[in-house]
């Protein structure tokens, strides 16, 4: 069926470069080009907390949809962003992870739809350093420089001098030097720059959350045929293997429209039918 999206524009309000990644599958699956329309979206939080994030990341995800229809007008039919966060993996906390959500409003065809992908491949990481073998160390594990740094003094109150997107050894044994002068604790702090733009590993997840939302666009409802079909919610209680008790697992996921009520329910799609009882309350309690 062809794309009900074939020969539109999305705008995608970013501030971050992030069509490099959203782009390609959205042309691909449904032939429609993207616009970015470039706003501050640091208003809405940064990453090293100069601002304070507003409201969740769902939440900053649609309003930066919501910012781009009320500035370009009626004429805008389709809005797009995108949010990040980053932290501990919720199944395996020592490994960190990339939570990205995206957010559409489709004003031609009257709904809206989120989607997120969280990911492992991800070089989140921050660290205090005192020396420039020490950074060195640690620009080299998050593979700087095709990953650019943040710096600044390790005495948080310190909120000067701040370095960002710091992508070159010139620049990173500057900063550090910088940074050491204004650091009472004699260390400076070091973090990953997580923004888009600076950070390839991050471009590639939030490239495979888009590929998933262009994939759903290009579903049609099977009894509307209207686009957006997909993945609406799931049903926990996969019995364990051993004595048959429910588990927390997911054991059905139930498919539905975005405009009407027809919903499909489906076991799970990697098959499995039965937990191990590694991951059942009676047995591993």
């Known amino acids: ?81 995108s949010e990040g966060s980053f932290g501990p993996h919720p199944f395996i906390p020592f490994v960190p992870c990339d939570h990205e959500i995206m957010y559409f409003i489709d004003r031609r065809h009257g709904f809206h739809l989120h989607m997120s992908h969280l990911s492992p491949k991800t070089n989140y990481c921050m660290k205090a350093v005192d020396s420039l ?60 720059d997580m923004r888009a733009m600076f950070n ?13 939302m262009a994939d759903r666009l290009a579903t049609h409802c099977p009894k509307c045929s209207f686009p957006g079909w997909g993945k609406i919610r799931v049903e926990k209680g996969l019995k364990c293997s051993s004595c048959r008790s429910e588990t927390d697992l997911v054991k059905l996921e139930i498919f539905g429209c975005v405009k009407c009520d027809f919903e499909t329910i489906h076991g799970r799609a990697d098959r499995l039918t039965q937990a191990e009882p590694m991951h059942c309350g009676y047995c591993n309690p």
């Open 133 to 192: 073998e020490d950074l060195q160390t640690f620009a080299c594990a998050i593979q700087f420089p095709s990953h650019a740094l943040i710096l600044r003094p390790n005495d948080r109150d310190t909120k000067a001098p701040l370095f960002k997107g710091v992508d070159s050894q010139a620049a990173l044994e500057e900063a550090f030097k910088e940074c050491l002068k204004h650091s009472s604790e004699g260390k400076v702090w070091v973090e990953t």
């Open 200 to 212: 390839p590993s991050r471009m590639e997840v939030i490239g495979e959350l888009a590929a998933k």
């Open 1 to 81: 069926m062809r794309s009900a999206y074939a020969g539109s524009c999305f705008v995608l309000t970013t501030k971050h470069a992030k069509s490099i990644a959203v782009a390609s599958p959205f042309w691909d699956k449904l032939k429609a080009s993207m616009v970015e329309y470039p706003m501050d979206t640091d208003l809405l939080g940064t990453f090293t907390g100069e601002v304070e994030r507003a409201g969740n990341a769902l939440e900053c995800a649609r309003l930066k949809c919501d910012w781009s229809l009320k500035r370009l007008g009626e004429k805008v039919e389709f809005a797009l962003a």
